[in-house]
């Protein structure tokens, strides 16, 4: 997500170093240099297993089921994937002669999970995370392709992209219409 500088102090702020919220906070900032590449910028901060939660991601998943997870299977990487939302298309079933037998629009299709962008990694994946990289295009098929620990977080909790205004517009109606399903 990009922000400004005072986006950044606002939120510095607020949050300060995160201990009247029970979590340690420290920041780093970067030029855009990719997601991973923003992780490679920070590493001297990470000394220990972390979660890459993307700012412009509004859920009300687990969390904390989601770190025990990781933990209980010793993962290199954990992805939160929501079984829950819609695609923005709608898709068909064709047969060889080019007859639909099936259609649905913006279906949510279960059977393959959308991630959500939220991470949780050792330290380990950033010997993966290179200036100018991206974690999904990037880090996560290579620590695939190595056959690192990778597992999914499955939940059905729904999350909202808020990283344009036309999406956040969305968020805030169904917000206002008491629609918005967190």
């Given amino acids: 997500m990009l922000v400004s500088n005072s986006e950044i102090d606002l939120l510095k702020n607020h949050l300060q170093d995160g201990s009247r919220f029970g979590v340690r906070i420290e920041y780093s900032t970067a030029e855009r240099v990719g997601t991973a590449g923003a992780l490679h910028v920070a590493e001297d901060l990470l000394?220990?297993?972390f979660i890459v939660y993307y700012g412009d991601v509004i859920t009300n998943m687990d969390l904390s089921g989601m770190v025990k997870q990781h933990e209980a299977r010793r993962a290199t990487c954990t992805l939160a994937m929501s079984t829950s939302v819609p695609i923005?298309?709608?898709?068909?079933?064709?047969d060889q002669d080019g007859r639909v037998n099936y259609?649905?629009?913006?279906?949510?299709?279960?059977?393959?999970?959308v991630s959500m962008g939220i991470d949780i990694f050792e330290q380990e994946?950033?010997?993966?995370?290179?200036?100018?990289t991206d974690i999904a295009q990037h880090v996560i098929p290579n620590l695939l392709r190595d056959g690192k620990a990778v597992y999914a977080y499955m939940t059905d909790k729904r999350h909202y992209d808020i990283g344009t205004f036309k999406s956040l517009?969305?968020?805030r109606q169904l917000a206002e219409n008491n629609n918005l399903q967190i």
Wanted: aromatic letters at 12%; hydrophobic letters at 30%.
């Fill in 88 to 94: 923005e298309y709608g898709v068909a079933r064709v």
């Fill in 47 to 49: 000394n220990e297993p």
């Fill in 103 to 113: 259609f649905e629009e913006k279906p949510v299709l279960k059977e393959y999970p």
């Fill in 169 to 171: 517009e969305e968020v």
């Fill in 125 to 132: 994946a950033l010997s993966y995370c290179k200036p100018n």
